[in-house]
């Protein structure tokens, strides 16, 4: 429960918190008007639609707090706050859960060749086209420099390697612009895979995930599995 509610508050954190400002001064105008006859309500609705302004504001940074600013995707302290609730689905149906661990190939070699611009360019795009080839139910997670962590829920190891190669596939068959005079490179990555019943510890499985991303960097553009 306390996972669900994690999660639909980040979600909606500037609502939530912009809704509770306003409630509570419709709850004070309404205690002044019944305790004394000098409300006003013109002054009440003003300073009750800034303090709403600035609580919504609020709510954006505690939305940016569980986001990668460079790609957009979520990051690591959102798959904690948020992964509960869909690992409890999994569990009380008895699906697997699967984690695809994700590196961008000779990354370093972008950097030095083309510029750190040129490489926050591909991480863009490389988190874009993730993104766009997940389902709805799964996450994609910026990880942490050129790493990426996919939550697939519901699918079990097998189908989760043919997943993996797809977005692998996917990856490289595209081109993607490091620079303004439309210059393009080919990029690869290497997915590691971990599955489990669900139920299975997060950090375990995070573990598995990396060992096998390990394995799959000592050929580049695989898959391998744990």
Sequence with gaps: MTAIVNQFFILHA??????????LHILGYLAEKYLSAGSSPAVW?????IDAAFAYKCGQLVQTAFRDSLTQ?????????AIGERLAKL?????DVSLLMID???FKQINDSHGHGAGDAVLR????????????????????????????????????????????AAVESS???????????????????????????LATLTDLADEALYKAKQTKNIVAAK
Excluded: M
């Design 45 to 49: 609705a003003g300073v009750a639609i």
């Design 91 to 95: 569990k009380k149906s008895g699906a």
């Design 14 to 23: 500037p609502v939530i918190i912009a809704a509770a400002v306003i409630t």
């Design 175 to 201: 081109r993607f612009g490091v620079g303004a005079d439309g210059l393009a490179a080919a990029v690869t990555i290497s997915v590691g895979v971990a599955s489990a019943p669900a139920g299975a510890d």
């Design 125 to 168: 795009q490389v988190a874009a086209l993730l993104k766009a080839n997940i389902r709805k139910d799964d996450f994609a997670i910026r990880w942490g420099g050129e790493e990426f962590l996919i939550v697939l829920a519901g699918l079990d190891r097998d189908n989760a390697c043919r997943f993996a190669d797809r977005l692998r």
């Design 73 to 81: 995707l979520n990051n690591r302290h959102y798959l904690a706050a």
């Design 104 to 106: 961008i190939d000779n």
